[in-house]
C-alpha cells in the first residue's frame, strides 16, 4: 500500500506537488462539533512560510485555504474534512535546467528509479512544500489536544555546532518566537542566526535540531508492542524531509550513563506518582507515564545550494550543476511548526485510540 | 486499533507473555513456496537467547519451536504461517515481591494506567522476551531478503563510553560473531566486555548503540510521504525494548557539516550511477538508492539492576526495592539479532509493496 | 477508524457533501505512467448524472472535473491522483424545511444519532451525490483493468416486479445504452420504463436489481479467509446508497438446487481448464478461477417520495412532510455506472494484492 | 495484504489447516478485564462441531482449547489474547486420492492457481474448519456485547424449497437450538430434517438461508460511507464458506415494493424515536437506528457429495471421482454459530469504533 495516509483515527491522507495545482489534507476521523478555526490553521501556515525572514528562502507563498468538506455552520460534522492551498509564485522554468539531471541527495534519482516517472518541477511530491498539508492537519490536532489540557512546543536547540546547553527545563519556550531561528535561547539564537546568514551568503546551508516539548499528556498512550509511542513520534519525524535522526528523553546521550543513574524513580505527593528525574522523557514501555514528554530530531543540512556541483544526468552522463531555485540555508526555523504538527497528529491519534479502553 | 502488528504485505502479529504460556507470531502474507528452514529460526534464536555468554543474563532459555499452521511438506503455502515457543526455566515466585511495585524505569507502572490490569511476572507482555516472536519472523525474513541478495548485519558500536571510532566500511563484520559483545573491532570489544563485567559485579546496567548494515538493497524501496523507508526502519527499532534513538547515514553527526561537504555526489561507473560517499545512508527522499543503508541505534542502559532504589507501590507509598529476577548488564549482545530481525521485517515489507509498481 | 476509505493498495479517500463545495477523490496506488484520460470519466460521469433522461431526476449536474494532483504531462506519477467536482445547481433552500424533520428511511436521523449533528442539505455526506467520486475513481480501475484484458458492465435486472428472465448469457449486453433504463432486453426494458413513468407520475418510486458481468479475470484472486473475492464485492455494493442486498452466482436462487446439480464440473481443453456450468460466479472459495464472474445486487425503492408522510422532528414530535427535492422515481438506471465502478475498485485492488505473490 | 485478519479495532487474525497441527485466533484489541469464559466458548464450538447429530457429517471433533497468551488470573489483559484448538481425529489418508484431482465447486484448483502450492489434505486453509477460529473470538464478542445488552441470534429459515414462511416476529427463537437443523418452526423444522436425511441417504447435498436477529443495538454504528453497518456485516458473511448471498431488511424481497409501502415512518412515544415498519432492517444511511437488525445468508448446497462426478486433474487430464471423506449434506444447521460469530465480531468492532464519537 501506497505510504501517503498517517494515523489510525484520526487519519491524514495528503496529496499534491510543489508546482502543480495545489497541495491538499484529507482529515477522516477527525471528530464532529468541533469549531473550525481557519485563523488558527493561517497563523500555523504563516510559521511555515517561506519568506517569512532574512534567514529563509526568498520563496513568497502567502497561503490561503479553501474548505472543500467537512464543516457545516462552522463546525466539524464527523464526515471527511479537506482542506486544499493553491500553489503561487511558481517559477516553474526554474527547474527546466533541472528535468534531465540528478542534484546530489535530493529525491530526483530515487523517485525515478521508483516510479519510472517524476515531476521535475520543484521536486515535485518530494518537495517540503508538501508540508503544507500536515500543518493544515496539525493546526486541527493541535486545537483538539488543547481541549484535553495537552500543548506542544517546539524549538531551534541546534545549528551546526552551535547548541543549546540548558536543558529545555531551564528555558522560557515562550520567547522562542521572539527571534527569525526560533531558538529561545537568545544569545545562542544570534549565534545561530548569524551562521545561517554567513551559509546564505557562501550559498551553502547548515543542519541542525529542533527539540520538541508535549506537556499535559495523561499516562496511557501509545499502543505496545509495536505501535509504542515513541515509536509513532519517531516515524512521524523521520517522515519529515531532511530529518535523519530521533531521539526521546536521553536519548543518544543516556547511553554514557549507568542505570541506577539513569533510572527515573517514583516518587508520591498526595497519592500523585510522578518521577524525581525524566531520562525516560515521559515514556515507559512504549506508553506515556504523564510526565513531559521530550525528544529531539536531527535535520541533514538543505541539499539545495547555490554552489556548482558534480553529478550525472538521465543518461547516467556526468555534468555539473548551478542550482538556481531558491532555497533555504537551514531549513530548522521553518521546521518547527512542522515538528509541532506532526507531534500533534501522533498525539491525537493515540489518544482516540486509548478511548477504546475507556 | 491495538499495536501488535507490524508490516502491511508481510505483517506479523506477534503473541506471548514472558511468564505465560508462551510467545507465538502469526505472519500473514509470506509467500508460498519458501523452504522452511527451522535451522535458520533455531540459529537467530540462540543468538538471542539468554544466558549465551559470561555477560548476558543467567536465565536460561533453550528454544525450542513449533509450527502451528502455514507449512506444508516442508514448504509454505502462502497461508499464515503460526509458530510457538514455549516458556520453561521460569520463575514466576521470582517475581511476587514485585506484584505491588512499580519497578523505576519499567513499564509496570504504564500498563497499569493503560490497561487497569497487569501481569507482574517477568514484565509480562513488556518483557524483552516478547522479541523471541520477532526474531523468528525475522528470520524467515532474511531468508526471504537473502534470495533478492539483501544482507543485514548489526553489531556493537558503543557501550557507554567505549565507541567503535572507525566507519563501517573499515571493519570487517565477519569477526562480530567473534566475541561475546558482537563488536567486530577486537581491541574494543575487549574493552567492552571488561565494563560489562564490572557493571554485572557491581549490579548495575550499562547502554549503547548498535549499528546496523543492509546491503545489496535494489532503488527504489520507501513509500513517500509517511512510510519512507527510514521513517518505518526507525519505527521498528523504536518498537523495540529500551531503544530510546535511531539516527540513519551521518544522522546526528551531520548535522555539524555543511551542504557543500554532505551532499553526496552522483557518479557514473559504465551506466551505472552511484554515489561518492554516502551521508544519506543509502535513503534519499524516503527511497533507497542502491548504496549501503546502515542506521544507528541507541539502547539506554537496562532498567533492571541489583541495588536497592526508591520507588513507589500501588498504593502510591513509597518504598524501597531490591530486584531479584536474572538479568543482563547490557542488553546490546542480544539486541543484535533483534535489531536485524527488525530491519528485516521492513525490508521484505518494503520489497512486497515495491512490487506493485512492476 | 472511520470509513472513508475503500481498498488496499489502489485505495480511494472520498470526500464532499451533497450541498457543500463538492465532492473529491483521492486515490493512493494509482499505477505510474497511466495515460489520463480526462474524457473516459467524464463519460462515465455523464451515466451517472442526474437529468439525463425522462425517467431520472430533473437536477442537473453538467459535470466538469478539477485534477488537483498526481498528473504530470498527461501521466500518472504514483503519487497521489486528487480529483474534485465543483457542487452546482444546488438549491439548498428546497431543504430548509427538512432541517429539523427526520425523513422515513433516510439517513436523517442516524447521521444525527452518530455524530451529534448533520449537514441536511440534500442529506449532506448521506447523499447519493456522493458516489460522483467513486465514478471518477472506478473510471480509472476500469481503465487500468482494461490493459489486463477484463471488462466490467452492469445492466439493470429487475425493476418491481419486472424481471429480465433470460440469463446474461443470452442476452447482447451492447444494447444496455439504448435505452433510458440501461436493460439490454428492449421488451423488457420498455415495460420497466413504463412503470418508473408511472411511479413518477404517481410521486412514488421503485426498486430492482443490477446484474453485474466481469469477464477476462485470471484465476486467483482474491484474499481468503476474510478478503475473499465475493465478500470485497458483496462490501463494496452493500456500501452504495440504497443497495440492500448481494448475490453471487447462483446466490439465492441456487439454494433450491441439490449439490451434485449445482457443482461446476472442470473439463479441460487442449489443457485449458474450465467448467462447465458456472453456477460459482467465478469465484471459488473466494478466489477468482477464471470463469465469467457475476453478480446481484438488490436496490431498494428511493426513500424520497412527493406524497406526504408521516414522521417526527428533532424533536421528536410527530409531524407530516411534503417532498420538495427532486429525485428520481428509480435508482437504478444511474446505479450501473456506480456498481460498474465499484467493481472495477475491488478488482484492481485485488488485482495489485495478487502482484506479490509473483 | 493478505487476508486472515477482520476487524479495526477488535482485530483478530485466525490461522491454521483442517488437517495440520491445529486451528488458531489472535484477537488484537480486546479490551481488559473481560472475565474469560473457556465455557463459554467449549459451549459455542459445541454448537459447530461435527457429528452433533444425525443430519451432520460424522467426523468427531470433540474440541478443547488452548489459550496461549492474553489471559492472566482469569482475566484479559489488554494484551493479544491467543487461542488453539489441536486437530483430532483426522483421517488425511481419506484425501490422499484427492491429492493430484480438482473436486468441482471447491477450492482445490483456485488455491492451487494462486499460491502454486496446496495443502491438499481436507482442503487445508479452505476448509470449513477455519471457523472454529472464529467461533472461538466470536464467543468472546459476544460476552462483550452482551454486557452492553446487544443479543445475536440466528436460525435456519429455509432449506432447499422449505420455507419459514412467518417473520421472525411471529417466532419463539428460543426453539431454535430445540432441534438438529436449528429451526424455530417446529413443523417447518421437522420438514427440513427429512430433506437432509434424504439427502445423506441420496450422498447428495442441499443448501439454504440463515437468518440473523440483532437485537438492543444502540444507534449510531456503522462508518459511512464505505464501512456501513450492514457492507460489514454483508463481508463477513459472504466471507463464510458456502455462503453466496446476503441481503438486510426487506432485501431481495423488497424490490417489489413502491416507496411509499416501503418507507419505515417515524413515530415518537414519549420522546423516544422508533419506526413503525423496519424495512431497512435496522440500518440506515449504513449506520444502526436502534431497531432490530436482520439478515439473510444464502448457503450454496455443500460441494462434498458421494455420487461419482467428472472432473479434471492436476495435469488437465480428466478423470472421475468418488469422494470418501466425511461430509454434511446440509451446512445451515452447524453455519448458525459461526453467522453468530461473524456478526458479533462486526458488532463489537463497530461499537468500539465508535467510541471514538463520544
Do not use: W
Request: aromatic share 6%.
Amino acid at each position: 500500500m501506497a505510504g501517503n495516509s498517517f494515523g489510525e483515527l484520526f487519519r491524514i491522507t495528503t496529496f499534491g506537488e510543489s508546482h502543480g495545482v495545489g497541495l491538499g489534507v484529507v482529515i477522516d476521523g477527525c471528530p464532529p462539533n468541533l469549531s473550525f478555526d481557519e485563523n488558527n490553521i493561517l497563523k500555523e501556515l504563516a510559521r511555515r512560510k517561506p519568506g517569512q525572514s532574512a534567514i529563509t528562502t526568498d520563496r513568497k507563498e502567502d497561503e490561503s485555504i479553501e474548505v472543500l468538506s467537512g464543516v457545516f455552520e462552522g463546525k466539524t460534522t464527523g464526515t471527511p474534512l479537506a482542506v486544499i492551498v493553491r500553489n503561487k509564485d511558481q517559477r516553474s522554468q526554474d527547474y527546466d535546467a533541472l528535468k534531465d539531471v540528478y542534484r546530489p541527495s535530493h529525491a530526483d534519482y530515487t523517485y525515478e528509479q521508483k516510479y519510472g516517472i517524476r515531476d521535475h518541477r520543484g521536486s515535485g511530491r518530494a518537495s517540503a512544500r508538501e508540508t503544507v498539508a500536515r500543518v493544515i492537519a496539525g493546526a486541527i490536532a493541535k486545537q483538539l489536544l488543547n481541549s484535553y489540557g495537552i500543548t506542544i512546543t517546539a524549538f531551534v536547540s541546534q545549528v551546526a555546532h552551535i547548541k543549546v546547553t540548558k536543558p529545555y527545563t531551564e528555558l522560557d519556550l515562550s520567547l522562542t518566537e521572539n527571534n527569525a531561528v526560533r531558538c529561545p535561547d537568545e544569545a545562542t539564537a544570534l549565534q545561530m542566526i548569524q551562521l545561517i546568514e554567513q551559509m546564505k551568503a557562501e550559498g551553502d546551508s547548515v543542519g541542525g535540531t529542533l527539540t520538541c516539548l508535549i506537556t499535559g499528556t495523561p499516562a496511557g498512550l501509545g499502543e505496545p508492542v509495536f505501535d509504542k509511542l515513541h515509536a509513532e513520534l519517531g516515524k512521524a519525524m523521520l517522515s519529515i524531509n531532511a530529518c535523519k535522526g530521533f531521539d526521546i528523553g536521553s536519548g543518544f546521550e543516556g547511553i554514557t550513563m549507568k542505570g541506577s543513574e539513569h533510572n527515573d524513580v517514583f516518587v508520591s505527593t498526595n497519592r500523585k506518582i510522578t518521577t524525581l528525574t525524566n531520562h525516560s522523557g515521559g515514556v515507559q514501555g512504549g506508553i506515556s507515564n504523564g510526565e513531559d514528554i521530550y525528544f529531539r530530531c536531527a535535520f541533514k543540512p538543505v541539499s539545495t545550494i547555490s554552489k556548482t556541483q558534480q553529478t550525472v544526468n538521465t543518461d547516467a552522463a556526468e555534468t555539473s550543476l548551478n542550482a538556481t531555485g531558491r532555497h533555504d540555508p537551514c531549513v530548522l526555523p521553518r521546521a518547527v511548526p512542522i515538528v509541532e504538527a506532526m507531534a500533534a497528529l501522533v498525539m491525537i491519534d493515540q489518544l482516540l485510540r486509548n478511548k477504546v479502553y475507556s
